[in-house]
């Protein structure tokens, strides 16, 4: 009896997925992702009641989305709903499902926000691209972080004994913060020639800023790679990539001993001609 349920245990665990799965997993979630990321930030801005039938077109239409990748999972991965990511995605759909739609029935909108922003936690985060983009942006948010604060500070004491827009710290730091992001609301302007270096340091920082934050998400996204290129960089960042990659140090191997026996032979075959000049 222990035996059966055993056997009936481990057939109900999932498996590891194939190398064929998994690659038509992140070619459908590489080509898919911006859809799921679209269907869940959208309806967050559709919510005005004069726009009502909108709202529940888009909310609707979302919930289509959400469904359409689930059932793709599915296909790829018949023991997905199995699976941890499975149960979560299908709870998700459960909990978005447009229940406003049912007469006498009340929806409750924080539920489905908090629903949508799951989903699209949980497809970004399951990429490396992501934890490379999260990675990457981390550390320019600090540099950001550190020239703001330097450059503020700094404007300050340059621009607070003679400019009254710049009366308290709080306000050379909202300065710093408006021209880093480039917006340029232009309440608070420096005067003194210490300020306004101050604040093409920070100009800069910003324009570098939006140039990462663009690569990063063109990198995110695929956007602007041929068709079939795949990063050299995603290999490693992945469990999944040790076996080819171990795969590829033995081919190495296997070419580094023929080329050594190549030029052994060769070797041999030099010192034969020398010692037999006739």
């Known amino acids: 009896m222990r035996a059966g349920s055993a056997n009936v245990r481990d057939m109900a665990a999932p498996g590891p997925l194939t190398d064929v799965q998994m690659q038509a997993r992140e070619r459908w979630e590489r080509w898919f992702g911006p859809a799921i990321l679209f269907?869940?930030?959208?309806?967050?801005?559709?919510?005005?009641?004069?726009?009502?039938?909108?709202?529940?077109?888009?909310?609707?239409?979302?919930?289509?989305?959400?469904?359409?990748?689930?059932?793709?999972?599915?296909?790829?991965?018949?023991?997905?709903?199995?699976r941890r990511d499975g149960r979560i995605d299908a709870a998700?759909?459960?909990?978005?499902?447009?229940?406003?739609?049912?007469?006498?029935?009340?929806?409750?909108?924080a539920v489905l926000v908090v629903a949508r922003l799951a989903r699209v936690a949980r497809v970004l985060l399951a990429t490396?691209?992501?934890?490379?983009?999260?990675a990457r942006l981390g550390k320019v948010a600090l540099v950001?972080?550190?020239?703001?604060?330097?450059?503020?500070?700094?404007?300050?004491?340059?621009?607070?004994?003679?400019?009254?827009?710049f009366a308290t710290v709080g306000d050379a730091l909202w300065w710093g913060v408006v021209t880093l992001t480039t917006v340029g609301y232009g309440d608070v302007v420096p005067i003194t020639t210490a300020g306004r270096i101050a604040g093409v340091a920070i100009m800069f920082t910003g324009i570098a800023v939006l140039g990462v934050l663009a690569g990063s998400l063109s990198a995110l996204f695929g956007l602007g790679e041929a068709p079939?290129?795949?990063?050299?960089?995603?290999?490693?960042?992945?469990?999944?990539?040790?076996?080819?990659m171990h795969e590829q140090l033995v081919a190495l191997q296997v070419e580094l001993r023929a080329i050594e026996r190549r030029l052994g032979a060769l070797v041999e075959s030099t010192r034969a001609d020398v010692g037999d000049p006739g």
């Open 39 to 82: 269907a869940a930030i959208v309806p967050l801005f559709v919510t005005s009641p004069k726009t009502h039938w909108v709202a529940v077109a888009v909310g609707f239409g979302s919930w289509v989305v959400f469904v359409i990748d689930l059932v793709v999972q599915r296909r790829i991965d018949p023991r997905y709903l199995h």
């Open 92 to 109: 998700i759909v459960l909990l978005t499902f447009p229940y406003y739609l049912i007469p006498g029935v009340a929806g409750s909108s």
């Open 128 to 134: 490396s691209g992501l934890r490379r983009f999260a």
């Open 144 to 165: 950001a972080a550190a020239v703001v604060l330097i450059a503020s500070l700094a404007a300050y004491q340059a621009e607070h004994p003679t400019n009254p827009e």
């Open 228 to 244: 079939g290129f795949e990063p050299a960089e995603d290999a490693p960042s992945s469990p999944d990539g040790a076996e080819p």
